[in-house]
T-cell receptor, first 111, second 115 residues
Framework: SQTIHQWPATLVQPVGSPLSLECTVEGTSNPNLYWYRQAAGRGLQLLFYSVGIGQISSEVPQNLSASRPQDRQFILSSKKLLLSDSGFYLC??????????FGSGTRLTVV | DQQVKQNSPSLSVQEGRISILNCDYTNSMFDYFLWYKKYPAEGPTFLISISSIKDKNEDGRFTVFLNKSAKHLSLHIVPSQPGDSAVYFCAASIIPTSGTYKYIFGTGTRLKVLA
């Protein structure tokens, strides 16, 4: 069966520090991968998606970047975190139809 | 511009009664809709979906209704149970001819079912 792993579960980082969040999917090949963010009082905002290795589409301009170095690995990064980057980050995958399967999320607090 | 709106941030319902969660959208091109349920500190889990060719879809205690002319969908939970207490998100997408689904999510409604 397919599973999605996302870590860490919580992270507290100072302003200006770098960020790397990792997401991996097991049990499937060539999934479509997504990064979403839920900020306080907001809905789930799509940040990036990828339909294949090295293929990244950005939905909103921001302080973040994404990479897909392997078929089932999706990484969210930042060189210098801002306070506004705080939120709950979710990785998700789909095989191209219907809905997503989400990971358990990372709660990022930038202080 | 919020294309998918859930105007009720919270809802309280007595156990055993019906819970009705509402969602409005502005983009008439949306043709596939989902409801997700989210517990604190967890990722959302898929609940039920509906295509724009239907106006109703049922799965056990959960029914989703779609009114395309009003650009409105609703989720009915009957009977409501304390374990249903969670945040519910609706999401909408255009079925892609190529590429991938990109769902737009609402801001969520926190449902509290009182025992």
């Amino acid at each position: 069966s397919q599973t999605i792993h996302q870590w860490p579960a919580t992270l507290v980082q100072p302003v200006g520090s770098p960020l790397s969040l990792e997401c991996t999917v097991e049990g499937t090949s060539n999934p479509n991968l997504y990064w979403y963010r839920q900020a306080a009082g907001r809905g789930l905002q799509l940040l990036f998606y990828s339909v294949g290795i090295g293929q990244i589409s950005s939905e909103v301009p921001q302080n973040l970047s994404a990479s897909r170095p392997q078929d089932r690995q999706f990484i969210l990064s930042s060189k210098k975190l801002l306070l506004s980057d705080s939120g709950f980050y979710l990785c998700a995958w789909t095989l191209g139809f219907r809905g997503y399967t989400f990971g358990s999320g990372t709660r990022l607090t930038v202080v | 511009d919020q294309q998918v709106k859930q105007n009720s941030p919270s809802l309280s319902v007595q156990e055993g009664r019906i819970s009705i969660l509402n969602c409005d959208y502005t983009n008439s091109m949306f043709d596939y809709f989902l409801w997700y349920k989210k517990y604190p500190a967890e990722g959302p889990t898929f609940l039920i979906s509906i295509s724009s060719i239907k106006d109703k879809n049922e799965d056990g205690r959960f029914t989703v209704f779609l009114n395309k002319s009003a650009k409105h969908l609703s989720l009915h939970i009957v009977p409501s149970q304390p374990g249903d207490s969670a945040v519910y998100f609706c999401a909408a997408s255009i079925i892609p001819t190529s590429g991938t689904y990109k769902y737009i999510f609402g801001t969520g409604t926190r449902l509290k079912v009182l025992a």
